[in-house]
């Protein structure tokens, strides 16, 4: 049996492009043709079993691709059809950005307000199972389509999380998922605004600029802007947001990639000079991605913001789109983002000048700042100028939210309470409620277990308690006032009144450091 034009075409293209980054005295590429196409002819006439040509070429590219890079992808005729459909307009869904990392389906973040950051997932949680399948082997395209449904519809994922003994469980109800690139913001005491920025969508720098404006309005002289959990989205607005708070003509990111084409910088544009000269802080965690890390990269590289929190994702490549003969589609990744000191945000290779950490003995990249020359080191994403440790939210509170304790517990507290103040706290009497009804709901949970986790599950009472009582605004409210990692850039920002505070600190930083 002869093998399909279609797919002899399709392996001698991605074969050849396999072949030109291979070393030309180990690898012939008129020999490894040859291999390629007896193997596939030796399998089909002599394997125990029928095989189809066509599908096990097929599932040769599949591999052939998948071993690039965890973004790059090729995809099948309803593959790709079910991208294509995917990518435009509304479904129901759980609300996670995803990737592959370390060949594992990974939460690159959970999105605000939606099914996953309600029950609990986390950046970095690795996700094992759907709906009791295994996900050894998946591309994304496959778990996209199984965690996307009809609103209203539950899925189940078993996770994997970092500082966890067992597997967690979640079951979670599909919702349509709206993002708003600036859901909230509010102005703290000392002249300090806050702006809780989530994703780059088209016009997300001018919905920024518009909450930036109002906040000056209101008295606002210096900015934090929160990019936690903010998985990045379109190029154009990152450098645009960065253009809020840089000269005109400034560096923000380069892409670099094998082919001419793939070469670019991108420079600040005139966004207008109202934030140029105001302090700002941005707060970063695992879960800032991809666009996000390249404002943090470039406001740190010019020392022009103090970043404050953990290492973000690292992100940092491009991927376009190949349409292939019949119904075929290649996603292939043909760039990575570099900050303006030089560094590769992407969580790859290293090159440059290295230096071992000596607690860990990892190797990082060593780049300098372009005002002050700080050093800053990377082996992918953004390290924060100032390390603040996350929440490491485990079992015990995995298990309350897969169970919507909070929520369920908060809809029951109104019912009996009634009204409530915009600024109540949480009382000993509110805890001693909540052991009630975990109780009379036979939700387990050991005493020492509700006294390890006791901060958080105040905070997430609280959490819900607000957005039970004043929705999406007041649940905000609350936990702008009662996050620590907020409160720790608050107390930064006070003390600081220009951009050569800023410098100042980061200055004071950099010695500290070399101590």
Sequence with gaps: MKIKKGLLILGMAVFSMLSANQN?????????????????????????????????????LERLVNALDPFSEFMTPEESKDFQIHTSGAFGGIGIQ???????????????????????????????????????????????????????TKVKIKVLRKGVDKPLEFEITRAIIK??????????????????????????????????LELKNKGAKKYILDLRSNPGGLLQEAVKTASLFLEHGKVVVSTRGRIPSSVEVD???????????????????????SASEIVSGALQDWDRGIIVGDTTFGKGSVQRLFPLDYGYLLKMTIAKYYTPS????????????????SDTGKKSLKFYTLNLKRPVYSAGGISPDIYVAPDTMGSVMARLFSKSAFFNFAVDYKVKHGSIP?????????????????????IKIKNYEFKENLNLIKRAIGTNLAEVYF?????????????????????????????????????????????
């Design 24 to 60: 030309s005295k180990k690898y012939d590429t008129r020999k490894m043709y040859e291999l390629y196409f007896k193997t596939i002819d030796r399998i089909t006439h002599y394997y125990v079993d029928s095989i189809q040509e066509g599908e096990l070429i097929e599932k040769s």
């Design 98 to 152: 995803i990737g592959l990392r370390d060949n594992y389906l990974t939460v690159i973040a959970p999105i605000d307000g939606t099914p996953a950051k309600k029950v609990g997932l986390m950046a970095g949680d690795r996700i094992i199972e759907i709906n009791g399948e295994s996900t050894k082997g998946w591309k994304l395209t496959q778990a996209v389509k199984v965690l996307r449904g009809d609103p209203g």
């Design 179 to 212: 993002i708003k690139s600036v859901p909230f913001y509010t102005i703290l005491k000392d002249g300090i605004g806050y702006v809780r920025f989530t994703e780059f969508m088209h016009n997300s720098s001018l919905q920024l600029r518009d909450a930036l």
């Design 267 to 289: 420079t600040s544009i005139n966004m207008g000079d109202d934030f140029i000269d105001a302090p700002v802080l941005l707060l970063v965690d695992r879960g800032t991605a």
């Design 342 to 357: 030089g560094r590769c945000i992407h969580r790859s290779k290293w090159e440059g000048i290295l230096r071992e950490d």
């Design 422 to 442: 915009e600024d109540f706290e949480i009382t000993d009497e509110m805890v001693k409620e909540f052991k009630d009804y975990l109780k009379k709901n036979d």
């Design 471 to 515: 929705g999406e605004e007041g649940r905000y409210r609350y936990l702008v006032a009662h996050d620590p990692i907020v409160k720790k850039g608050a107390a930064i920002l006070s003390r600081i009144n220009s951009i050569k505070d800023i410098r100042n600190y980061l200055k004071s930083l950099q010695k500290h450091n070399e101590k």
